[in-house]
């Protein structure tokens, strides 16, 4: 006889650390570097990158590959991937638009070369694993979307058609196709694109990006926060608390944080995402959901679920809420939600009733710089002599090498084809202040969950967004 969900559940979860998995040294093979010291006295540098997670990251090390004598300095609040790039669920996608659909929708005249440079960006993330030899635990298996309701897979299928005019050729399944590639009694069909997605293990990929740098010669000053910006002669003056550094150009990738450069706060709003990581399966464990391949897993929902499995067989299970908290507030206490932990165990186990008994050995949450549309936006500052990107909503795993070399390309001001895209030279619509901000944001999730409940179908107020260019798009 079953036994009851919720017991399962608190079964599951009693013995989880609070703590990131990957970014946790207790676990075999997690050997994060040693903090570069902090940023000290008066210098001066060609290039200032502020931000040490992926976008800062890839554009210290592609102005070093551009350019191997501009002299360039990273500037890091903590460590560099502590934040989002160290916590997200290792998705490398090659959508740079947040997801097909998200980017048809918002730029239907150039979608097919925002695919292609997104699919192009993806083979040259491959391509920098490969040449500086970052054991990030790369796969390029693909993404497999999963229907959990016949509306979800009707869009499935409407998106694969949509591809396959552009000349890709997704992978339309059937309920037993979907199960026989991972067995779940909830699966109605799916979809598979087997080249559009790799899995990395987020924290090595930081690290590995920030060796890569070091070896270029790119100087590393962590524990380091802007405090201020201030224009002076040769360029822009960046204070931190023990010392400052004067830079020709800055590129700003901070994400979530936007410190000094204010304009950021009206475009960037910090939710939190949450995740669960197993213990390693069992060969039988494994053999019970026949999970044969090694592609990460989505569902079709509007609040969705998102799940793959790591080198040493654990099951990293995340998403479904999004979580804001009056005036944007970022605090540590913040990334811990045991409410959210226990529903994301109930879906566990809903979606995967043959594994129980199965326990999880990590529980992290962490917040991502989202906006109204979705996907990264950019921009310039102090006269052109600051660019920056934010907005990645949890995506940007493989789209921050995109936004480095867009703002590379603006602080060289150089035309290119990146640059004369719409979706880089738009900038999406602000949020309002608070507390308009706070009741928009907590209004939309609600009314989210409510077309997840009546088959995708979306009422006045999420039309409403749709029409103003801020549908939500999770």
Request: charged fraction near 25%.
């Amino acid at each position: 006889m079953p036994r009851p969900l919720a017991s399962l559940v608190e079964e599951s979860l009693a013995e989880a650390h609070p703590r990131t998995f990957w970014l946790d040294t207790s676990v075999p093979g997690h050997d994060a570097p040693e903090a570069a010291p902090p940023l000290g006295g008066e210098s001066a540098a060609d290039l200032a990158v502020v931000g040490g997670g992926y976008a800062g990251l890839w554009t210290a090390l592609l102005a070093k590959e551009r350019d191997p004598g501009r002299d360039v300095v990273l500037i890091e609040a903590r460590t560099c991937g502590w934040a989002a790039s160290g916590r997200n669920g290792g998705f490398c996608s090659s959508s740079i638009t947040h997801g097909f659909g998200n980017g048809a929708e918002r730029w239907p005249e150039e979608i097919a070369d925002l695919e292609r440079m997104g699919r192009e960006n993806l083979d040259g993330i491959e391509e920098a694993v490969r040449r500086y030899g970052i054991d990030c635990e790369f796969e390029r298996t693909g993404e497999m979307a999963v229907a959990t309701e016949y509306w979800q897979l009707e869009e499935l299928e409407r998106e694969a058609a949509e591809l396959e005019e552009l000349g890709y050729a997704p992978e339309v399944l059937t309920a037993s196709q979907v199960r026989a590639e991972v067995d779940s009694p909830t699966y109605v069909g799916g979809m598979i694109d087997r080249s559009a997605c790799a899995m990395v293990h987020p924290a090595k990929l930081a690290w590995g990006l920030r060796e890569a740098c070091l070896r270029l010669g790119v100087r590393i000053h962590e524990h380091s926060p802007v405090r201020t910006i201030e224009p002076v002669r040769g360029g822009l003056r960046l204070a931190s608390d023990g010392g400052a550094v004067t830079a020709r150009r800055t590129a700003w990738a901070a994400g979530a944080f936007p410190g000094p450069l204010r304009r950021l706060k009206h475009f960037v709003a910090p939710v939190y995402d949450y995740a669960l990581m197993t213990e390693p399966l069992t060969a039988e464990q494994k053999a019970a959901i026949g999970w044969k391949g090694r592609h990460g897993i989505g569902d079709s929902a509007n609040l969705f679920h998102y799940y793959r499995l790591t080198a040493d067989d654990r099951i990293l299970w995340g998403g479904y809420d999004v979580v804001y908290h009056y005036g944007g507030r970022i605090r540590p206490e913040h990334d811990q939600r045991p409410e959210t932990f226990r529903r994301l165990a109930e879906h566990f186990f809903t979606t995967f009733p043959q594994l129980e008994g199965v326990r999880f050995g990590h529980s992290w949450g962490g917040v991502i710089d989202t906006c109204s549309r979705f996907c990264a936006f950019f921009g310039s500052a102090y006269q052109g002599r600051l660019a920056y990107t934010a907005g990645y909503t949890g995506l940007g795993v493989g789209a921050t090498r995109f936004g480095a070399q867009v703002m590379l390309d603006r602080l060289e001001g150089a035309d290119t084809e990146r640059t004369r895209s719409a979706m880089v030279r738009e900038r999406p619509i602000p949020f309002p202040p608070e507390p308009a901000r706070y009741a928009g944001i907590a209004l939309t999730l609600r009314a989210t969950a409510a077309a997840d409940r009546d088959r995708g179908r979306r009422n006045l107020w999420l039309r409403t967004l749709d029409r103003l260019g801020m549908g939500f798009n999770s």
